[in-house]
């Protein structure tokens, strides 16, 4: 697959939000929300970008190396917006981890003004819609903490299948340690699924 080809959609549309890359310009909001969610993103979150900005300019930079990166295929950072709102209220990050299959890493993040009201199974069930359409993806794949009980029900809500379980692979701020649950959705169990 020549992923230089492919025609991606610059924005998709669900009943209540919008999905569309980062660009130019869009590092105040993005450094804004970077500061709203230090606390909500803390736990599960730590190494997510929107927790390293230094500044708006910082931010700013950021967010054009993201665009560079999404023109490249090199990775797909895709931010949520409530429709009738203009707000922003999540981020989904899609990771291209094998072209030849291919095959597609999911994750993503809800604001903390955001949390609760079903936007993220919307935005991600939107994404799957793009990965196994215009991108032709054979699988995705996903991982999430142990601890994280929304996150991987979500992941269950759109049709993933847990696949394994790593077995204290990650340390927590407290010395202590979690696993992380690994889940994947193949192209058939996709078209197969029944909407939930």
């Given amino acids: 697959m020549n992923k230089f080809l492919l025609d991606i959609p610059e924005k998709l549309e669900t009943e209540r939000l919008y999905l569309r890359p980062y660009k130019a310009g869009d590092g105040a909001m993005v450094y804004a929300a970077g500061l709203r969610n230090q606390d909500h993103l803390a736990e599960f979150e730590s190494d997510n970008v929107l927790m390293h900005l230094k500044n708006e300019e910082h931010a700013e930079v950021i967010v054009r190396e993201l665009a560079a990166d999404w023109i490249a295929r090199n990775c797909f950072f895709i931010g949520i917006f409530e429709k009738a709102s203009d707000e922003w209220c999540g981020q989904v990050y899609v990771e291209p ?44 794949k996903s991982d999430c903490s142990e601890n994280n009980i929304r996150s991987w029900r979500l992941l269950e809500r759109c049709g993933f299948r847990r696949e394994g379980h790593l077995l204290e692979n990650r340390r927590n701020t407290d010395g202590s340690f979690h696993g992380d649950y690994l889940y994947g959705l193949l192209r058939r169990e996709y078209e197969n699924r029944s909407p939930k």
């Fill in 97 to 140: 981890t094998n072209w030849e299959l291919p095959e597609f890493a999911i994750e993503y993040v809800a604001d903390v003004n955001s949390e609760g009201k079903g936007y993220i199974s919307e935005a991600v069930t939107s994404v799957l819609g793009l990965l196994f359409g215009e991108m032709g993806a054979s699988r995705v």
